[in-house]
C-alpha cells in the first residue's frame, strides 16, 4: 500500500457504538407483530439510525430468515449494517447482504437479565413505586412508576408503561420511551417520548433540556430545529396543545 498521505481522505481504525437489535425468537410473524405494536404511535422513532442484528441470544441463528429480518427492520426506519454473532457461517451472512461485526457489548447470560430491558416494567437499575391499593389486574402494570437512578449510556432505552422517573442525565443516543409522564431530574440530551400510545396528555419535565428528540403522542421535534434560548439547557415542561408542542420554562418554587 503506498505510504504517501493524501489530503483527501484517510483509512484508520475505529469503533463506532451502535443500537443493538437482539433477537431473541426466529417466529417473524411475532416479531412483526410485537415491532408494530410497539412503535406503531411513533412511526419516526428510529429515524434511519443503524443498528447491529445481534442474534447471540438465539440457539441457532441459521434459523432466522435474515432477509426477511432486514426488510422488516427497514419497514420500521432502521438501517441494519451487520450482524453480531458469535458464529455465523459466511453463506448465511450473504443472505442478508450483512458483515459480521464484532461488539464489545458484554453478552447477558441466558440466566442473567439484559442491564435495560425494552419490554420491562421495572429496570435492573431501578425500583419501581406502585401506588397504594392497586389494583391486580393489568391496570396495575399501567399505574407504575419507573424510577432509574444510574445514567442512561447511548444505546441504553427505557420503556415505561406509565410514567418515568430519571434522576440522572440522559445522555445523547438514549431513549426514554413512556405510556405516561416523563420526569427527569438531570441533563436531557437523549430521546424523550411520551405517552407514545396516543396519551396527548402526557407532558415531559426535564431540568436541563438539551435533547436530540422530543415527542409527545408520536409528535416530535428535533434538534435540527433549534429550540428558544428561554428552554434551552433550563428546567422545562413540555405538552401538547392543538396538535403542537408547547415548550415552556418551569417555575420552581
Not at 123 to 134: C, F, K, M
Not at 143 to 158: F, N, Y
Amino acid at each position: 500500500m503506498p505510504s504517501k498521505k493524501t489530503p483527501f481522505f484517510e483509512l484508520r481504525s475505529g469503533a463506532v457504538e451502535t443500537l443493538h437489535f437482539v433477537v431473541k425468537s426466529t417466529e417473524m410473524g411475532a416479531l412483526r407483530a410485537e415491532l408494530a405494536q410497539r412503535f406503531v404511535a411513533t412511526p419516526e422513532f428510529f429515524s434511519n439510525e443503524a443498528v447491529a442484528i445481534d442474534v447471540r441470544r438465539l440457539d441457532d441463528p441459521q434459523s432466522l430468515p435474515l432477509p426477511e429480518l432486514v426488510d422488516l427492520l427497514r419497514t420500521c426506519r432502521m438501517n441494519p449494517i451487520g450482524v453480531v454473532a458469535h458464529d455465523a457461517p459466511a453463506a448465511w451472512l450473504a443472505a442478508g447482504g450483512l458483515p459480521l461485526l464484532d461488539s464489545q457489548e458484554r453478552r447477558p447470560s441466558r440466566g442473567e437479565s439484559a442491564q435495560v430491558e425494552l419490554t420491562a416494567p421495572v429496570s435492573a437499575e431501578g425500583a419501581a413505586v406502585e401506588t397504594e391499593s392497586a389494583p391486580e389486574s393489568g391496570a396495575r402494570d399501567a399505574a407504575q412508576t419507573l424510577i432509574i437512578d444510574k445514567p442512561l449510556r447511548s444505546g441504553q432505552q427505557i420503556y415505561a408503561k406509565g410514567d418515568v422517573v430519571v434522576l440522572d442525565v440522559v445522555n445523547c443516543g438514549a431513549e426514554v420511551i413512556a405510556e405516561g409522564n416523563i420526569h427527569v431530574y438531570a441533563p436531557l440530551r437523549g430521546r424523550a417520548l411520551a405517552g407514545v400510545h396516543g396519551n396527548h396528555g402526557a407532558r415531559i419535565f426535564c431540568t436541563c433540556l438539551e435533547p436530540e428528540l422530543i415527542s409527545i403522542a408520536g409528535i416530535y421535534r428535533t434538534t435540527e430545529n433549534a429550540l428558544p434560548e428561554n428552554v434551552m439547557g433550563r428546567s422545562v415542561q413540555v405538552r401538547l396543545r392543538n396538535d403542537k408542542l408547547i415548550f415552556e420554562p418551569l417555575r420552581l418554587k
